[in-house]
């Protein structure tokens, strides 16, 4: 092969690359259309219809199996007052159990760890959905050899209609900030590019006492409220007004 023909052949295979290479370089950058980026937030407050916590019976005995029979004919007494209590819509389930060995640890001078007893414990999940029984449960479930009360939250059956409420209202005050701005600077929304939604419930909790198994006092309970929170993240396009 001649000269000239490598010469011709070595061209014709970088013709394309080339080609390629100068129409990427002819190709104008991308630019993003001038923009505003605004947050809208709202938060809607409403009456809880729907009530949860957690009961347990708690029981201690020199043996695995005295202490697991303790625990489990209290427990008895105790799920048969509370489901009268809760009434036929309440929901009364079992969510943890425990049985552990309690130790006395050695002084100073060192050596192994002895038992002393064992610990059952024994959690029910109650959920109410008349609030009027919440006080009337707790103090069921006290009188009836119930040890342990924790975790009380009012909530919302159903959430999703009240958030639906908040991003409508966090995103109108988006668009209005996004309009107030432009109209603040002589431009003029044009298109929404993006929007992002965050944001979620805030539940109320609630400490309870235990109720005397003696008294005539009911248990005092405020449900409270619940707040459902909202944001909005907006980004529009924006242009330069004509006047």
Do not use: C, W
Not at 39 to 63: C, H, L, N, R, S
Not at 69 to 92: C, T
């Amino acid at each position: 092969m001649t000269t000239r023909m490598v010469a011709v052949a070595l061209a014709l295979a970088l013709a394309p690359a080339f080609s390629a290479a100068t129409a990427g370089a002819q190709e104008p950058p991308r630019q993003e259309p001038p923009s505003i980026q605004v947050t809208g937030e709202a938060t809607v407050t409403v009456q809880p219809d729907q009530a949860q916590m957690e009961i347990g019976v708690v029981t201690q005995a020199e043996k695995s199996q005295a202490a697991a029979a303790q625990n489990a004919q209290r427990l008895e007494k105790v799920l048969a007052d509370l489901r009268a209590a809760v009434g036929p819509e309440g929901k009364v389930q079992t969510v943890g159990y425990s049985l552990r060995p309690e130790y006395r640890h050695p002084g100073q001078g060192g050596g192994e760890p002895t038992i002393t007893g064992y610990t059952a414990t024994n959690v029910v999940q109650v959920t109410l959905n008349d609030l009027s029984r919440v006080a009337r449960a707790i103090d069921a479930a006290t009188a009836s050899g119930a040890n342990r009360i924790q975790a009380l939250r009012f909530e919302l059956k159903d959430e999703q209609a009240v958030r639906a409420q908040a991003l409508r209202e966090a995103a109108v005050r988006a668009r209005a900030k996004a309009d107030a701005l432009a109209s603040a600077l002589n431009l003029q929304v044009v298109r929404v590019l993006s929007v992002s939604e965050a944001g979620g419930p805030v539940v109320p909790m609630r400490d309870v006492m235990f109720a005397r198994a003696e008294s005539a006092a009911a248990t005092p309970i405020e449900a409270g409220t619940v707040e459902i929170h909202a944001t909005v993240n907006l980004v529009v396009e924006v242009r330069g007004t004509s006047s």
